[in-house]
T-cell receptor, first 115, second 110 residues
Framework: DGGITQSPKYLFRKEGQNVTLSCEQN?????MYWYRQDPGQGLRLIYY???????QKGDIAEGYSVSREKKESFPLTVTSAQKNPTAFYLC??????????????FGDGTRLSIL | GQNIDQPTEMTATEGAIVQINCTYQ??????LFWYQQHAGEAPTFLSY????GLEEKGRFSSFLSRSKGYSYLLLKELQMKDSASYLC???????????FGTGTRLLVSP
């Protein structure tokens, strides 16, 4: 079955530590996205990528970094510069990127907490 | 600026009909999406509107009025499994991205 796989489901970060969240899709989608979801707030866009080897900052990119070396993969690194990383992180993909009106498909999310 | 408003929480009874409203003010508009999200799970796509009018899909319907910056999601014959959050998201032409509302948590009781 095609879909988006995020791992791990739960992740704990120590002070000063960088952690990387994995996102893999086998839907052959060109575009991929990372969102952060906090209680009582809508999904906020961290980074997005329309094509391999290219990515753009979203609304809240500070303290995060990404790479897009393969079409299937879009890992997100939460760096020590992100002072409030505790949140639910969602990865999404869509067929042709932001100019196409196809819906985004979401992974099951990673819940990140600070130790 | 970007602003999308939805009620925070709604309650309804099994078998009833409920309407979840969404109003938006965005710098551009290129379509409106509705997603369903159960607690701790991924949002799943429900509907898409880009032209004015009603789109029906089984028990779920979605309406759009672009001139009023208004949409609603109508859920009929409510079931317990419909208890979830419903997210309204607008595709903005300016930055070609989705802007999400805070979501409406729907609680369906027996």
């Amino acid at each position: 079955d095609g879909g988006i796989t995020q791992s791990p489901k739960y992740l704990f970060r120590k002070e000063g530590q960088n952690v990387t969240l994995s996102c893999e899709q086998n839907l052959n989608h060109d575009a991929m996205y990372w969102y952060r979801q906090d209680p009582g707030q809508g999904l906020r866009l961290i980074y997005y990528s329309q094509i391999v080897n290219d990515f753009q900052k979203g609304d809240i990119a500070e303290g995060y970094s990404v790479s897009r070396e393969k079409k299937e993969s879009f890992p997100l690194t939460v760096t020590s510069a992100q002072k409030n990383p505790t949140a639910f992180y969602l990865c999404a993909s869509s067929p042709q990127g932001l100019w196409d009106n196809q819906p985004q498909h979401f992974g099951d999310g990673t819940r990140l907490s600070i130790l | 600026g970007q602003n999308i408003d939805q009620p925070t929480e709604m309650t309804a009874t099994e078998g009833a009909i409920v309407q979840i409203n969404c109003t938006y003010q965005t710098s551009g508009f290129n379509g409106l999406f509705w997603y369903q999200q159960h607690a701790g799970e991924a949002p799943t796509f429900l509907s898409y509107n880009v032209l004015d009018g009603l789109e029906e899909k089984g028990r779920f319907s979605s309406f759009l009025s672009r001139s009023k910056g208004y949409s609603y999601l109508l859920l009929k014959e409510l079931q317990m499994k419909d208890s979830a959050s419903y997210l309204c998201a607008v595709k903005d032409t300016g930055f070609q991205k989705l802007v999400f509302g805070t979501g409406t948590r729907l609680l369906v009781s027996p």
